[in-house]
């Protein structure tokens, strides 16, 4: 029975497998041709010397002074992995490592998302784009673009799957994402305007949100929707 669900689950997704194995050696010779410790020894420089910063003294800091100018998402995202890996070789080699995955996570999220309203050809295809010199490149730069993408990417997957069925899952994961975006770019902000809106189009029901239990939840999740901007 489990051998038949693999077997199905590959053949549903071959395509995709295909376009993921192949972003996956266009990333690791572009490591071995850059090297771990290539930079732009500018923003993402920076956001690396942040993080280690942040973990020694509890400042957020860009361009070596305290600074409000860049959400704390990256600053405390480098931090936890200089806990984990220190702050040398290793600290560089893990960022690239969790860079190159979150880049092979975006395409697989959207490939899932395209795959919503088509077949898996036709969205794996859809998906080669993610294969192009500049998208390798850019996993390779300790930068806002590569988590950004990837959470605006599941964003929107849950978006759509919230409008064709009402479930709070979905709709907590949207929060979530929603919140971690928000700590890497605050451009994201307006994303629940947009949601109200693409779902009263499309006719949601939002009757299972109202309730005593669910009005509570639905005031949490406001004060964590405001807490980036206290910060």
């Known amino acids: ?28 010779l572009a490591l071995k041709e850059l090297g771990f410790n290539y930079s732009l020894n500018s923003d993402d420089a920076d956001y690396i010397k942040s993080g280690i910063v942040f973990l020694q003294t509890g400042e957020i800091t860009m361009h070596d002074v305290l600074s409000a100018q860049i959400m704390p998402g990256m600053t405390f995202l480098i931090a936890f992995m200089a806990l984990i890996f220190g702050v040398g070789s290793k600290l560089i ?17 959207v ?43 599941l964003l929107i997957y849950h ?5 064709t069925k009402a479930n709070k899952k979905d709709f907590i994961l949207i929060v979530i994402y929603y ?23 499309k006719k949601y029901n939002f009757k299972c949100y109202f309730g005593k239990r669910n009005l509570d939840n639905l005031h949490g999740f406001y004060l964590i929707f405001r807490s980036p901007s206290c910060l």
């Open 111 to 153: 490939y899932k998302t395209i795959k919503l309203y088509s077949n898996q050809y036709i969205a794996a295809i859809s998906c080669l784009f993610f294969l192009a010199a500049d998208y390798i490149w850019m996993d390779n730069l300790i930068l806002t673009e590569t988590p950004y993408i990837l959470l605006f990417s």
């Open 179 to 201: 919140i971690l975006a928000v700590f890497i770019r605050p451009t994201i902000g307006i994303f629940p305007i947009f949601l109200f809106v693409f779902l009263i189009l």
């Open 1 to 28: 029975m489990q051998k038949n669900k693999i077997k199905s689950l590959f053949l549903d997704n071959w395509c995709i497998l295909v376009v993921l194995i192949i972003s996956l050696i266009l990333h690791i």
């Open 93 to 109: 080699i893990s960022l690239k490592i969790l860079w190159l995955v979150m880049g092979l996570l975006t395409i697989y999220i």
């Open 159 to 163: 978006t759509l799957k919230l409008s």
